[in-house]
């Protein structure tokens, strides 16, 4: 059975950072590709940032794009989010999700085509 845990979330002021953890766990029948999305209340989750099975593609939105990066440990089943230069508007659950190929392609921004997900961490940017 396949598991995803994160951890790192937390509290954090304007402008600081965290780190969070992703552990994958289990055995998937193909390589994934692992993205980050994050979902306030009352809203869809949103895509944060998606990375291949090997890190040689790396997608960020638009709105996180040159303060978050994406990253990932094959060797430890494990991949970061590091999030820099927070903002209020980061505020958010953020979730890691797991991407099979589907017809020997991955869409690393499309919600709907991840096929395992973590319960999330919260993350609470104050001003």
């Known amino acids: 059975q396949v598991q995803l845990v994160e951890s790192g979330g937390g509290s954090a002021r304007a402008g600081d950072s965290l780190r969070l953890s992703c552990v994958l766990s289990?055995?998937?029948?193909?390589?994934?590709?692992m993205g980050w999305f994050r979902q306030t209340p009352g809203n869809e989750r949103d895509f944060v940032a998606a990375?291949?099975?090997?890190?040689?593609?790396?997608y960020y939105a638009d709105s996180v794009r040159g303060r978050f990066t994406i990253s990932r440990d094959n060797a430890k089943s494990t991949t970061f989010l590091q999030m820099n230069s927070l903002k209020p508007e980061d505020t958010a659950v953020y979730s890691c999700?797991?991407?099979?190929?589907?017809?020997?392609?991955?869409?690393?921004?499309?919600?709907?085509?991840?096929?395992?997900w973590g319960q999330g961490t919260q993350v609470t940017v104050s001003s």
């Open positions: 990375i291949s099975v090997s890190g040689d593609k790396i």
């Open positions: 999700a797991a991407e099979l190929p589907h017809s020997g392609s991955y869409y690393y921004d499309r919600m709907h085509e991840y096929d395992y």
């Open positions: 289990g055995r998937t029948s193909s390589p994934v590709a």
